[in-house]
């Protein structure tokens, strides 16, 4: 399936991580977290001589530079999840479409993912809280709700009851399946920086450094992309063990 559409999944993969990279480098430099991470990363001794105040503050400045750029990773991963699913899926039905189509498709999605996520991080963290092992099962039992979102036209809580409903029975393999999927992608990534840091390392003009970097944002969003596919099939798979499925229902 991969071999399939990955010409459709490369450009908003791409695109969606360039976006993400440029949002984290104004968030440091608007906050100015930027100085505190290049004074951490030249002269880390310089942290020792400062006061506890400028210490919490440069944490502080940290932080929320942090919590700005994840925010909009979690945006960007979902809405490329959402829109691989629709590639997926279209494949699957047999009336292929396009990634602009499939990105239009995500973007109108993009408010019910949301809050969906929303209401899923409540649930888990209340588990969590519940001794751990409530959160870990709610978690894995919310695991296709991204799918469920881009492929059924349903709400966010009805889509967080078919996410229960698909992986009931299923805990278990649904869970393993997903831990490996994401130690390939965690080895793909690792293999990917082992040919991009020394390209990097040794772009002193700056083209060697840019092309590094390139190789890295496409690599890492084409590597979130590969998993959507993959837990797609998941999906469907979940999907046939307990209802009659027709291409029509992917379309």
């Known amino acids: 399936m991969l071999g399939r559409v990955w010409r459709r999944i490369l450009a908003p993969a791409f695109w969606v ?22 004074l951490l990363l030249s002269d880390p001794v ?13 944490g502080l400045l940290l932080l929320q530079a942090g919590s700005i750029v ?22 699957l039905a047999g009336e292929p479409v396009a990634a602009g189509v499939a990105s239009s ?26 001794l751990i092992i409530p959160g870990l099962w709610i978690a894995g039992s919310l695991s296709v709700m991204t799918a469920v979102i881009a492929i059924e036209d349903v709400g966010p809580v009805e889509a967080l009851r078919r996410s229960f409903k698909l992986v009931r029975g ?27 840091l020394p390209i990097i390392g040794a772009g002193e003009a700056g083209i060697g450094a840019g092309l590094g970097f390139v190789l890295l944002v496409v690599a890492q969003g084409f590597v979130v992309a590969a998993i959507a596919v993959m837990v797609t099939l998941w999906y469907v798979d979940l999907r046939a063990r307990k209802e009659p499925m027709v ?3 992917l379309r």
Do not use: C, K, Y
């Open 170 to 196: 299923r805990w278990w393999p649904t869970v393993g399946f997903l831990l490996l999927v994401g130690l390939f992608g965690s080895v793909a990534a690792q293999l990917v920086q082992l040919v991009a």
């Open 17 to 38: 991580f360039v976006l993400i990279g440029a949002m984290t480098i104004a968030a440091f430099a608007l906050t100015g977290a930027d100085d505190v991470l290049q």
């Open 70 to 91: 994840l925010v909009f990773q979690l945006l960007g991963t979902g809405f490329l999840n959402v829109t691989v699913h629709r590639i997926v899926a279209s494949e």
């Open 105 to 130: 498709r995500a973007l109108a999605r993009l408010f019910t993912l949301i809050v969906a996520g929303l209401i899923a991080v409540v649930l888990v963290g209340v588990g969590l809280a519940a």
């Open 46 to 58: 310089a942290f020792q001589e400062m006061s506890q105040a400028e210490v919490t503050d440069a």
């Open 247 to 249: 291409s029509e229902s």
